[in-house]
């Protein structure tokens, strides 16, 4: 049987200039498959290649068996492929009920369903999306993607820049979405030990490629093979004085 996302000997980059090389792996439904790796290795491309915005030089990525390298963007999401982005996208300007409607489609999740996931949402459903914390827009940015029905959701991410507190609320709402649903989910973190404890597998990338790939819970275990993979600094870089409020942060290393 055919894996529910499958990327095979990928190639990929940003129009003539190449950042990923020879990207292989697959993920089955329900599974979730940690993606680790320093700054400015090309975590984030591969899961834009994955949503069709690069440009593909050489290799497959497949959704049940289907090859969808060439397909648009919209007809990726269509048949599954749900995207949190480093940048959470959410409309400032209407409420969190309206975020969640105009994003769901016939398949998908219903807003009680949504709030059922984030309580946090469910009380500020008349807030506008601009007047929410950083926390709650992350949330957001989840919930309206599941409304799009995902079969796998790949999450870039999604703990930047929020406090401790904030980042263990969400990461409970991970765990029930994994323990309560078969939707796949790919998890790009820099919070390397807390995303493979929610994880099943792991890849980590290298200047765009897999230096290691193999099951999280032996990653967990290994903090020598961790440290010499991501670097001791990776860890402690992260903590912020506050949660970041403002939606507009993504800047990447370019
Ligand atoms: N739009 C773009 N055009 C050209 N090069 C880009 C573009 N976006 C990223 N890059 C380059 O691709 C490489 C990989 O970047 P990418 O953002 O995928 O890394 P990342 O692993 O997600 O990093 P981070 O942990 O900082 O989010 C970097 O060398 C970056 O400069
Ligand atoms: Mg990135």
Excluded: C
């Excluded at 834009?48 to 397909?71: D, M």
């Excluded at 409607?101 to 059922?116: C, F, M, P």
């Excluded at 897999?210 to 992260?238: C, F, K, M, P, Y």
């Amino acid at each position: 049987m055919s894996a529910l996302l499958a990327v095979d000997a990928l190639r990929a980059g940003y129009g003539e200039t190449v950042v990923l090389e020879d990207i292989s792996f697959a993920v089955e439904p329900g599974q979730v498959l940690a993606v680790l790796g320093r700054n400015g290795v090309g975590k984030s491309t591969l899961m834009e290649t994955i949503l069709g915005f690069t440009t593909v030089h050489a290799g497959t990525v497949s959704f049940e068996g289907t090859p969808i390298q060439q397909w648009p963007t919209f007809r990726r999401n269509r048949i599954g492929i749900g995207y949190v982005p480093q940048e959470r996208e959410v409309f400032p300007s209407l409420s969190v009920e309206e975020n969640l409607l105009v994003a769901s489609r016939t398949g998908g999740w219903q807003a009680a369903d949504v709030y059922e996931l984030f309580p946090s949402l469910s009380q500020r459903r008349h807030s506008f999306g601009s007047t929410l914390s950083g926390g709650e827009q992350q949330m957001l940015a989840i919930a309206r993607a599941l409304m799009g029905g995902p079969k796998v959701l790949i999450l870039d991410e999604p703990m930047e820049g929020l406090a401790p507190i904030v980042v263990e609320k969400l990461y409970e709402s991970l765990v029930r979405l994994r323990d309560r649903s078969h939707i796949a989910m790919i998890l790009i973190e820099q919070h390397a030990e807390l995303a493979l404890s929610i994880s099943d597998q792991a890849i980590v990338l290298d200047r765009g490629r897999i230096v290691h790939r193999g099951s999280a819970r032996s990653l967990l275990a290994d903090g020598t093979l961790r440290d010499s993979l991501l670097g001791l600094a990776r860890e402690v870089q992260n903590p912020s004085p506050g949660e970041q409020h403002d939606a507009s942060h993504g800047t990447h290393a370019l």
